[in-house]
């Protein structure tokens, strides 16, 4: 997980399940958090390089020791749920 690690802040940051937060709070603040951050292109390539690569390991990015986002059936609905919270917002945003 440290190669996805922008991922993984914003992950724990805007939608750790632990924190409470209702869908469209987790989804400002992770927007607000990403978009303002002068490293938002970097963050932008480095979701897009996740999404694509069919090795990454979303439910374990989805859900860790560390925080718990969302605890997927399996790969494939992990990498949908992903692309939902993390990719669309950013798609909407532009």
Known sequence: ?????RISN???TA???EDGLSPEASTRLYLQLVTSSPSF?????EL????ADPC???RALLLNDQYEVY????EADARDYARRIL?????QRE
Do not use: C, K, Q, S
């Open 1 to 5: 997980m440290d190669h996805h690690m």
């Open 10 to 12: 914003a992950l724990r």
């Open 15 to 17: 939608f750790n399940a």
């Open 41 to 45: 292109a970097g963050f932008r390539a």
């Open 48 to 51: 897009a390089e996740a999404l």
């Open 56 to 58: 990454t390991p979303w």
């Open 71 to 74: 605890d997927a059936a399996n």
């Open 87 to 91: 990719w669309r917002p950013i798609e």
